[in-house]
C-alpha cells in the first residue's frame, strides 16, 4: 500500500482536516461579520477546557474573516501584548510604515526613546487606540474590515485587557468596521470579564465549547475512513466514536491511532483488534499530554480534594467532599479556590464542582487504585 498521510491530526491547534461541529458558534461570527458594525457577534467570547478546540476555532474565524478581505491580527496573551498589537496594527500599512515603532532605538538627547514613552504602561490604552484608529481608516478605504483575536486570554494582564476594552469601545462607538475574539479557559470569564474596569467587554456573546454530539463524532469517522480508502463496520465506528466523550482532542488521538494501526498492517480493512489497540494508545497520550499536565505543581492535598471529588461521577458540593476528606468546610474550601484558580476543577451553576477536562476523574480512578 502506498504511504498515506493520516487524516487525523492530534497537536494542540492543529486545524483538524474535518472540522466536527461548530456550525452554530461559526455562524454567530459569520452574522457578525455579515450584519455589520454594532451586531452582536463582534465582540465575542470563546470558552472552554484545554483540548475543547478554542485554537481552532480563532483560526476558522480568521480564515472566515480573510475570505470576506478583512484584515485579520492573531494574538496570544502573554507579557507585552498591546506592546505586540500596537507594532501589528502599524505593520503592512505603508503611510505610517516610518513611525513603526523600535523601542531599543533611542534619539539622542532625549534620553529616552520614542518608542518607549510610547507604550509605557500609562500611554498604552492611548497608543493602542491610535493605532487601532489609523489602521481602521485605511482599511475603510478600501471597504475592509479588521478581525483581532486573542487566544489564552486567561493569561492576560489586567492592564492589557483595559487598554484593549477602551479601545475597541471608542472604535465601536466611531461605527468602525471591527470585530475581536477573546479566547480562553472558562475561568477568564469571572477573573476578567467581571473586572469593575472592563464592564464594556460584558456584553461580548458567550460561546461556550462543550462535548461534540457522539453521533456527530461517528458521522465524522466514517466520513474519514471512507476518504481515507478504510473498510470501517457500523459497530467499530460506535465503539470508537463512544470512546472520545465527543472530547476533540480525544478524537483525533482516537483517530489517528486507529488509523495508525490499520496503516502498519499494510491493510485498508480495520479489524476489532485495530479499534481496542487505537483506543488504548489514546488513552496513554490523553493521560501523557492532558492528565499528568493538569495535576503537574499540585500538592497532596489538591490532589486528595481531586481523588475525593473523584467519587462522584458527576459534580458535587465541596461540603461533600469535605466529609469525605474528614476536613471542615473551610478548609475544603481553600483547596477548592486553588483549584479553581488552576482551572483543573471548574464551578456549575448549582454552585457545585466537576472536573474541568474530561477524562481526569477517570484517571484519579485508576491511579489512586
Ligand atoms: N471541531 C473540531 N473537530 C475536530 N477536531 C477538533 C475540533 N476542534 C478541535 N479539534 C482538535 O482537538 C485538538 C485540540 O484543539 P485546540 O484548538 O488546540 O484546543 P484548545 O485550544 O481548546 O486547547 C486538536 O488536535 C484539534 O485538531
Ligand atoms: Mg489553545
Not at 490499520?262 to 496513554?284: F, K, L, P, Q, Y
Request: proline content about 4%; some cysteine.
Amino acid at each position: 500500500m502506498q504511504a498515506k498521510e493520516n487524516p487525523f491530526k492530534p497537536t494542540a491547534g492543529g486545524e483538524p482536516p474535518l472540522l466536527i461541529g461548530r456550525r452554530k458558534v461559526i455562524r454567530d461570527f459569520e452574522k457578525g461579520l455579515d450584519n455589520g458594525v454594532g451586531a452582536p457577534g463582534r465582540i465575542m467570547l470563546i470558552t472552554g477546557a484545554r483540548g475543547t478546540g478554542k485554537t481552532v476555532m480563532l483560526t476558522v474565524f480568521g480564515d472566515r474573516a480573510r475570505a470576506r478581505k478583512w484584515d485579520v491580527i492573531e494574538e496570544t496573551a502573554s507579557e507585552g501584548l498591546c506592546e505586540r498589537l500596537v507594532n501589528e496594527l502599524r505593520s503592512k500599512d505603508s503611510v505610517l510604515d516610518h513611525f513603526t515603532i523600535k523601542p531599543s532605538v533611542s534619539f539622542a538627547g532625549a534620553g529616552i526613546s520614542l518608542g518607549e514613552a510610547e507604550l509605557s504602561p500609562k500611554r498604552m490604552p492611548e497608543t493602542l487606540r491610535k493605532a487601532m484608529a489609523d489602521r481602521l481608516e485605511s482599511l475603510e478605504k478600501h471597504h475592509a474590515g479588521l478581525l483581532i483575536t486573542i487566544d489564552e486570554t486567561q493569561a492576560a494582564e489586567r492592564s492589557d485587557m483595559i487598554a484593549i476594552a477602551t479601545a475597541i469601545q471608542h472604535q465601536i462607538r466611531e461605527r468602525r468596521n471591527i470585530a475581536i475574539v477573546f479566547a480562553g479557559l472558562p475561568q477568564m470569564v469571572s477573573d476578567l470579564f467581571n473586572d469593575e474596569v472592563i464592564t464594556f467587554l460584558r456584553r461580548a456573546k458567550t460561546n461556550v465549547l462543550a462535548d461534540i454530539p457522539v453521533d456527530e463524532v461517528q458521522n465524522a469517522f466514517a466520513e474519514t475512513f471512507a476518504a481515507s480508502g478504510m473498510a470501517i463496520t457500523e459497530e467499530q465506528l460506535r465503539t470508537a466514536s463512544e470512546a472520545t466523550y465527543g472530547y476533540p482532542y480525544m478524537i483525533q488521538l482516537v483517530g489517528y491511532h486507529i488509523w495508525d494501526a490499520v496503516d502498519m498492517r499494510e491493510s485498508n480493512v480495520i479489524e476489532d483488534e485495530d479499534v481496542r489497540g487505537g483506543i488504548s494508545e489514546a488513552r496513554i497520550d490523553l493521560d501523557n499530554a492532558v492528565c499528568v499536565p493538569e495535576l503537574h505543581g499540585l500538592s497532596p492535598k489538591d490532589r486528595e480534594y481531586l481523588e475525593a471529588m473523584a467519587q462522584s461521577d458527576g459534580a458535587v458540593s465541596t461540603a461533600e467532599v469535605a466529609e469525605r476528606m474528614g476536613k471542615s468546610a473551610n478548609y475544603a474550601a481553600t483547596y477548592r479556590k486553588r483549584l479553581l484558580d488552576a482551572y483543573v476543577i471548574r464551578e456549575t451553576e448549582r454552585g457545585e464542582v466537576d472536573f474541568a477536562v474530561p477524562f481526569l476523574r477517570e484517571y484519579l480512578r485508576r491511579t489512586a487504585a
